[in-house]
């Protein structure tokens, strides 16, 4: 089957940031004024200072955006207005029999960037020492209000809500049945796509167990361990509580401090990377750059923290007795925690697959992206014919 042609409402779009918000982030970082610390306190208060000076350093005298800018154009970009506003998303159309289409959703602090590793692969699997049969039309959208998609200036745009704007967007593109990955928020919105769009999506891939099971249906032993396990990380969820709260205070700081910026992002990469507490065992100062530069050049880190606001006020429970029927795959990267076995996604989602990887983290497209081609293909191949019912 040939790949659909694009709606007519799909614009080419150019990454191309002006000389002069070049200019001003360097500006910026020269005159950064640096806190003090409490002293050999590594990471234990947040960013380390010594890390920081060091990346700021990197990213106002060596990092060069241009070269990063090129790399990123090796992809074909489009703008799309959905739901009144302007959404970016890579189309990488496959190269196989019959592809299957295939939206991937992004998380926070994370952008379109961090499945680059993997777009090629899952379009192109012949070239890429893979089965062509298991080719994808890969789109990756950038969630509303992060990177180059426009922010909605009104509330209540929630994971679910995206769900709906991807299904649309889909469709304008000629695909009428999909599969759906993702990972953080993504996993939320591929849920939600499982659930509202059913009829058109015959399977959803996660590395996230996003969806509770509805009340009331009891819960084992195991996952009263896990439970445990995620009570004993409480340090790592203050930001959810500032971001999910008063999201346009934080924002003031961040969008004007790009040190700042860099520090809340950083943090979070080394936090949930399986990388001992060495962020550059996983990623290159370059790659952490790039990422940090989409939300710094799109003024977009007020508005990506936004969408916690707007989920912990769309609030979403499956009925009793109820779950979320189209078939789910999951692939769970131990390096960002598992708190509940397979037993609870059961009760929530219709699990056909189940992987538990023992390395790598939360942003498993950038930390092990062969593993991660690997379990997306394998998950999807026997419902392939799937989409054609």
Partial sequence: MSPPQQSQQAEPFEIRVPDGDIEDLRSRLARTLWPAE?????????????????????????????????????????????????????????????PLPLVLSHGWPSSFFEFCKVIDALADPSSHGGDPADAFHVVVPSLPGYGFSEASSEPGLS??????????????????????????????????????????????????????PPRGTGSSEGEQRGRGRRSRTTDEFGYQAIQSTKPQT?????TDSPAGLAGWIVEKWRAWADCDGDVERR??????????????????IGSSV?????????????????????????????GQGRYYPRSRAERAFNVVRWSEIPRGGHFPAMEEPDVLVDEIRAFFRPLRARRRE
């Fill in 38 to 98: 409490v002293g050999d306190s590594g990471w234990e208060y947040g960013t380390n200072l010594g890390y920081l000076r060091e990346l700021c350093q990197y990213w106002e005298t060596q990092f060069d955006w241009r070269a990063q800018e090129a790399l990123l154009a090796r992809f074909p970009h489009y703008r799309m207005r959905l739901g009144g506003l302007g959404i970016h998303f890579v189309h990488a159309q496959g190269k196989g029999p019959d």
């Fill in 283 to 300: 990623f290159t100062k370059d790659e952490l750059l790039t990422n940090i530069s989409l939300y710094w050049f799109t003024r977009s």
């Fill in 159 to 212: 994971p679910r809500k995206i769900a709906a704007l991807w299904a649309e967007l889909m469709e304008n593109l000629g695909y009428a049945r999909f599969g759906a990955h993702g990972g953080d928020w993504g996993s939320y919105v591929t849920s939600f796509l499982g659930h509202d769009f059913a009829a058109r999506v015959p399977g959803i891939h996660m590395t996230m167990v996003a969806v509770s």
């Fill in 306 to 334: 936004r969408l916690y606001y707007e989920s912990r006020r769309d609030v979403f429970e499956l009925p009793e007795g109820k779950r979320i029927e189209a078939p789910a795959g999951f692939a769970l990267f131990s």
């Fill in 250 to 254: 934080l924002a003031y700081g961040l």
